[in-house]
């Protein structure tokens, strides 16, 4: 499975970016796809993620509110809407995918990986 992530950019605290992550490939329905995050210095974080056939979601607890995950079957892509992003929400954003589909939280559980996407909030 190949993971390519985008749209990221700069954005002024309270907007909002919306990310894809188009997957190619070896792809199948019975696959989760999640987001994660990662600031230079700290670990990469779990943001949100899931389940490709249920549309069964799953987020960071501090996102709640703020993100939603979604997906595309005829385009065979998964969203990340970021709405009131805040100075913090600034980090490397990668989206990755893992079969079978239940959801975790764990990035270790996630075998397949985009390249990651810049997300930069100003104050």
């Known amino acids: 499975v190949q993971l390519q992530a985008s749209g990221g950019g700069l954005v002024q605290a309270g907007g909002s970016l919306r990310l894809s992550c188009a997957a190619s490939g070896r792809t199948s329905s019975n696959y989760a796809v999640g987001w994660f995050r990662q600031v230079p210095g700290k670990e990469r974080e779990f943001v949100a993620a899931?389940?490709?056939?249920?549309?069964?979601?799953d987020y960071a607890d501090s996102l709640k509110g703020r993100f939603t995950i979604s997906r595309d079957i005829s385009k065979n892509t998964v969203y990340l809407q970021m709405n009131s992003l805040r100075p913090e929400d600034t980090a490397v954003y990668y989206c990755?995918?893992?079969?079978?589909?239940?959801?975790?939280?764990?990035?270790?559980?996630?075998?397949?990986w985009g390249q990651g996407t810049l997300v930069t909030v100003s104050s």
């Open positions: 899931i389940k490709w056939m249920t549309t069964f979601t």
């Open positions: 990755a995918a893992r079969l079978p589909s239940t959801i975790v939280r764990a990035r270790s559980a996630y075998p397949y």
